[in-house]
């Protein structure tokens, strides 16, 4: 039995085809076994209440997505790498107040290193 479930929103894999980078192709294929959380309109407006509330800047329409989708689906963490708009100390309060306000859960939001295991743990 699993300890964890993945899931990815449609979000992430349009985020990785966009360009042309070093290692694409593998992280492609690396989400492509995960579940897909489904787009909803409650993902779009709570996205959208991220932008208005200036938890997200505007031009930064991935980032309040990707934080939608998270709190809307109720997962435990968001995995990501991006310090400066979601695993941000700074804005967690932010995002807790807003969610209570909408009645959400607030996951919480790690870079892989955080949840990095020595071996032998």
Not at 69 to 92: G, S
Request: proline share 6%.
């Amino acid at each position: 039995m699993p300890l964890y479930n993945c899931y990815v929103s449609e979000n992430v894999f349009i985020e990785l085809r966009e360009g042309d980078w070093p290692g694409q192709q593998e992280a492609l294929e690396l989400i492509a076994a995960l579940k897909i959380l489904p787009a909803s309109q409650e993902v779009r407006a709570v996205a959208g209440r991220y932008i208005t509330e200036k938890l997200v800047p505007d031009d930064m329409v991935g980032d309040a997505s990707h934080l939608a989708y998270a709190c809307v689906y109720e997962v435990d963490f968001l995995l990501t790498w991006n310090i400066r708009h979601l695993a941000n100390p700074n804005k967690q309060q932010h995002l807790v107040v807003i969610n209570r306000r909408l009645g959400l859960m607030t996951p919480q939001i790690v870079t892989p290193e955080m949840l990095w295991k020595e071996a032998g743990s």
